[in-house]
């Protein structure tokens, strides 16, 4: 499985974005996809994440209310939608792939594969 983030850019406080997640291979529908961002000098950290049906979803606490997860298998494409943005929302973020039974969604070690990051930069 390949992923390809997509969407970042520069905005101001309370503005929006929409990440993407491309996903090639004909398994990436069966996996479930989570989404974790890096600030520079921070750990990776968990913002959400989806099943591989779409049927269930997690959150972070820091995002929960303001940010939607969702995914289209037949365009084989996951989405974040990032609402009213704050400045510590700025980091790279990151969307992965988990395989089946890989362990809870909120762990970077339960994703064996990464898509390149795509720079979110909130400005206040």
């Known amino acids: 499985v390949q992923l390809q983030a997509s969407g970042g850019g520069s905005v101001q406080a309370g503005d929006s974005l929409r990440l993407s997640c491309a996903g090639s291979?004909?398994?990436?529908?069966?996996?479930?996809v989570g989404w974790f961002r890096q600030a520079p000098g921070k750990e990776r950290e968990f913002v959400a994440a989806?099943?591989?049906?779409?049927?269930?979803?997690y959150y972070s606490d820091s995002v929960k209310g303001r940010f939607t997860i969702s995914r289209d298998n037949a365009k084989n494409t996951a989405y974040l939608q990032m609402n009213s943005l704050k400045p510590e929302d700025t980091a790279a973020y990151y969307c992965?792939?988990?395989?089946?039974?890989?362990?809870?969604?909120?762990?970077?070690?339960?994703?064996?594969?990464w898509g390149q990051g795509t720079l979110v930069t909130v400005s206040s």
């Open positions: 291979g004909r398994t990436f529908k069966s996996y479930a």
């Open positions: 989806i099943s591989w049906a779409g049927s269930t979803t």
């Open positions: 992965a792939a988990r395989p089946p039974n890989r362990g809870t969604y909120h762990y970077t070690s339960s994703y064996g594969y």
